[in-house]
């Protein structure tokens, strides 16, 4: 099954991409001006980038859950190299929204290397431990008609990233590309596995890097907004409109546990990820919390 490929995948520098991300899109991505007061949302596909999206929205609008709950997420801060259902890019939908712009990506920094180095657009890297986020895109390809809804087993998508022919590429190469920025001062690495534990202190940490003042009530507010049970039945963010998506074969929003890997992974395999997490991420001064 390392040799699985799902219909109109391309690759660029190693990135497995889907049709509906040209590469015209990607090119234009690497001109747009990004301005101060601009966020972007950078992560690895399954590290809980919806979860993180809905929190920067509502530190951004003052914790406005009424008005959070009438558009969907994608309106709100778009995915820019995605055609969502094949319409508008989310880069072609920022040019008709003023600034300052909130936008989301599951690039590798690359692209965005001179808006990173120009440093005025606020960047929120989100980063889940390399297990869980593997076990989270098994899932995620068997549910999703866009790349072919794998039939092979957790193995054989193990096989696929050993392979780094995963959707957006290797983890640990993905990582590596964004966590270079992770010190520069428009640059907050958020976990996933702290938006569990201390979900009010992350919401605070994200407000003071992002320049806004929140009040406790509405802290208490956007905690409760984003537990699992809650956006599991919020219809802007658990993408359950989305026709490529088969919430029946695994719901999108599906168990949002931290630990769940070990359901699934053999001893090697978790030998194989933990030397990657060794060598690749350790090394940034970054760690992870497994369990
Ligand atoms: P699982 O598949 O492990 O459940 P992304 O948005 O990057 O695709 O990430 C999806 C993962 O984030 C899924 O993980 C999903 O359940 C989890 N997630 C989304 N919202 C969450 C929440 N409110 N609480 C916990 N996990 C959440």
Same mark, same amino acid.
């Given at each position: ?9 391309? &690759? ?13 899109? #990607?090119?234009?991505?690497?001109? %747009? ?32 859950? *009424? ?11 778009? %995915?820019?190299? !995605? ?19 909130? =936008? =989301? ?6 692209? $965005? ?13 989100? #980063? ?21 809804? $794998? ?6 998508? $193990? ?11 290797? !983890? ?9 920025? +992770?010190? +520069? ?9 702290? =938006?569990? *534990? ?20 509405? &802290?208490?507010? &956007?905690?409760?907004?984003?537990? $699992?049970?809650?956006?599991? +039945? ?6 359950? #409109?989305?026709?490529? %998506?088969?919430?029946? #074969?695994?719901?999108?929003? *599906? ?8 359901? !699934? ?11 990657? !997490? +060794?060598?690749? &991420? ?10």
């Amino acid at each position: 099954m390392a040799d699985y490929r799902f219909p109109g995948e391309w &690759i660029k520098d190693g990135m497995v991409l889907e049709e509906n991300v040209t590469s015209e899109t #990607i090119s234009r991505l690497e001109s %747009f001006e990004m301005l101060q007061g601009d966020v972007l949302v950078a992560t690895y596909p399954k590290t809980g980038t919806t979860w993180l999206q809905e929190l920067v929205w509502l530190v951004c609008n003052n914790g406005d859950t *009424r008005k959070s709950r009438s558009v969907n997420l994608n309106g709100r801060i778009p %995915f820019l190299e !995605y055609k969502m259902g094949g319409g508008e890019s989310g880069l072609e939908m920022l040019q008709t929204k003023s600034p300052p712009h909130l =936008m =989301m990506t599951h690039l590798r920094s690359d692209t $965005f290397r001179t808006q990173i180095e120009a440093g005025k657009v606020n960047i929120v890297i989100g #980063i889940r431990n390399p297990k869980d986020t593997l076990v989270s895109f098994y899932h995620f390809y068997r549910m999703n008609r866009s790349l072919g809804n $794998f039939k092979g087993s957790w193995d054989d998508f $193990f096989e696929l990233h050993k392979a780094k022919h995963i959707l957006c590429g290797d !983890y640990f190469r993905w990582y590596s590309s964004w966590l270079q920025y +992770k010190d +520069k001062p428009n640059v907050l690495l958020v976990k996933y596995e702290d =938006m569990h *534990r201390r979900m009010p202190d992350v919401i605070k940490d994200v407000s003071n890097f992002l320049g806004k003042k929140l009040p406790q009530n509405i &802290i208490d507010g &956007i905690v409760q907004h984003l537990s $699992f049970d809650n956006m599991s +039945k919020n219809n802007t963010v658990n993408r359950s #409109i989305m026709a490529t %998506f088969d919430n029946k #074969i695994s719901p999108f929003l *599906r168990k949002g546990k931290v630990g769940d890997w070990k359901n !699934y992974f053999s001893k090697e395999q978790s030998d194989a990820v933990d030397k990657s !997490y +060794k060598d690749i &991420i350790e090394p940034f001064g970054v760690t992870l919390s497994f369990e």
